[in-house]
């Protein structure tokens, strides 16, 4: 059943790949470019808990004449939170590309798509001030919204 299931998601990658490269020549599909954006910022939450967060993501959107969107990105990202006795930091990376089958932009401004294809890959160091941490590896495709596979790990260490 899951040979199968990765065959079909095979497939619609594939299928998404050529419509990208062949069917629809490169002048007749939309492009914002890549979009970057950054923001670095702490945040005091309560009294003596205080939250920054860094992050930096660069982003390139493309829609096809037939309605097919591809996002594609990459970001990175480090936060720490600091409370009364303790703290805790992370840090990590994403990748990702999403292939919609159409996308419908509302009056107001908000786009709709219909998920096919998405796949997303990276890494979480989490980490905390009594010495426990944790790295988790991301890695997983999904079909349709539903299903597909994913091989994400973790694991933790006391030190």
């Known amino acids: ?25 490169a002048q007749a ?5 890549t979009t970057q954006t950054s923001t670095s910022d702490c945040t005091e939450l ?9 992050m930096a993501e660069r982003r390139n959107v ?3 004449p037939s309605g097919v969107a591809v996002l594609q990105g990459y970001r990175e990202y480090s936060d720490s939170t600091t409370y009364p006795g303790g703290s ?15 996308a419908m932009q509302t009056l107001d401004g908000i786009i709709y798509y219909d998920p096919k294809v998405t796949r997303v890959d990276g890494y979480d160091v989490l980490s905390y001030s ?16 539903t299903g597909g596979y994913n091989h994400s790990t973790g694991t933790c260490t006391m030190n």
């Open 1 to 25: 059943m899951c040979t199968k299931n990765l065959f079909r998601l095979s497939a619609c990658v594939a299928a998404a790949a050529a419509l990208m490269g062949v069917a629809a020549p």
């Open 29 to 33: 599909a939309s492009s914002g470019g």
């Open 88 to 102: 805790h930091s992370s840090d990590g990376t994403r990748r990702y590309v999403a292939v919609f089958g159409s």
């Open 46 to 54: 309560a009294p003596a808990v205080t939250s920054c967060l860094t």
């Open 62 to 64: 493309v829609i096809t």
């Open 130 to 145: 009594d010495g426990f941490t944790c790295v988790l590896q991301t890695n997983f495709v999904e079909a349709n919204g």
